[in-house]
């Protein structure tokens, strides 16, 4: 089992920034990719950002060029810093973890809210 603890969240201005953090607990050694999904109010929960144990990352087009995901392995945490934050990017965000058995893991998430 991976437990999964998100911290970072906050109210920021519009082309203000945050940063997400995720650390990760439990058979954390398992742990495979690691992401960041993100849901609005009457909206789906969808995929904001991902990255590989070997430090690849992939990212949601709303966000490219504002946010950048890394991972430090030996802390078994995830970042999201989010940059030029705009008020569509108002949600919860959830860190999301693959063992090794592809067993998906969620956090409890984070409130972002982004002012105009």
């Known amino acids: 089992q991976v437990q999964l603890v998100e911290s970072g969240g906050g109210l920021v201005q519009a082309g203000g920034s945050l940063r997400l953090s995720c650390a990760a607990s439990g058979s954390s050694f398992s742990i495979t990719a690691m992401g960041w999904y993100r849901q609005a109010p009457g909206k789906q929960r969808e995929s904001v950002a991902g990255?590989?144990?070997?430090?690849?990352?992939n990212y949601a087009n709303p966000v490219k060029g504002r946010f950048t995901i890394s991972r430090d392995n030996a802390k078994n945490t995830v970042y999201l810093q989010m940059n030029m934050l705009k008020p569509e990017d108002t949600a919860v965000y959830y860190c999301?973890?693959?063992?090794?058995?592809?067993?998906?893991?969620w956090g409890q998430g984070t409130q972002v809210t982004v002012s105009s």
């Open positions: 990255i590989t144990s070997g430090g690849l990352a």
């Open positions: 999301n973890a693959y063992d090794s058995s592809w067993t998906q893991y």
